[in-house]
């Protein structure tokens, strides 16, 4: 696929008008279900939802800010099972039909900047983008562990990032870039991910 084909050639997503209309669990995980039909894809959007909103919360957001993060992870990747040629246009539009708050379009719409052509701005944008890629690396590290999260450790993870074969479609590229964004340190936000993904509720 020819990475610019996925461009969205716009910079400004939802309506401000609409802030404060934060869909529920149930709506997103409703939408997730009908568009999503790829068991892996659903675990891997659970898993990024879940590590948004820890994150949030570890950083002392409160409840509706909680759940934007939450649905920003969650509802990142919808389009990409059945229309992965309309990433993320299609979610977006469908968000902007059911007038979501602006900022959770506007952190799917970032959450690959070298695919999209939109810059992460917020703090929202920044985590979904750094989760998006570490989340799946650290998902397929555990899956290798016989123990597979129980006694994880950073040096671990950062030794498989090094070996360019393992989980060779992640990019070790967008994961610096990321975490630069972020102004995070990979090492910190490794151990976050280690110390919450097994916690996701992947019902
Ligand atoms: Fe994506
Ligand atoms: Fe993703």
């Not at 659970?46 to 957001?61: D, S, T, W």
């Not at 917020?122 to 989760?131: G, H, Q, R």
Request: with cysteine; net charge negative; hydrophobic share 40%.
């Amino acid at each position: 696929m020819n990475v610019a084909s996925l461009f969205l050639n716009r910079d400004s997503f939802g309506d401000p008008a609409n802030t404060g209309n934060v869909p529920s669990l149930e709506e997103a995980k409703r939408l997730l279900d009908d568009w999503v039909k790829n068991e892996k894809l659903k675990v891997h959007m659970k898993q990024v939802g879940h590590l948004m909103k820890a994150y949030a919360e570890f950083r002392g957001y409160g409840g509706e800010d909680v759940q934007k993060w939450h649905l920003a992870g969650l509802l990142h990747d919808a389009d990409w099972d059945q229309w992965p040629e309309q990433h993320c246009r299609k979610i977006i539009e469908e968000l902007e039909a059911r007038r979501v708050d602006p900022a959770i379009i506007r952190a799917i719409a970032s959450h690959g900047p070298r695919y999209f052509g939109v810059e992460p701005e917020s703090e929202m944008d920044k985590m979904l983008y750094a989760f998006d890629e570490l989340s799946g690396f650290v998902h397929a590290y555990s899956l290798m562990r016989p123990e597979g999260y129980v006694g994880m450790e950073v040096k671990g993870v950062k030794k498989r990032l090094k070996d360019k074969t393992f989980a060779a479609q992640v990019s070790r590229e967008d994961i610096q870039d990321a975490c630069g964004k972020a102004g995070v340190a990979p090492d910190e936000l490794i151990q976050f991910v280690i110390g919450h993904q097994a916690a996701a509720d992947l019902g």
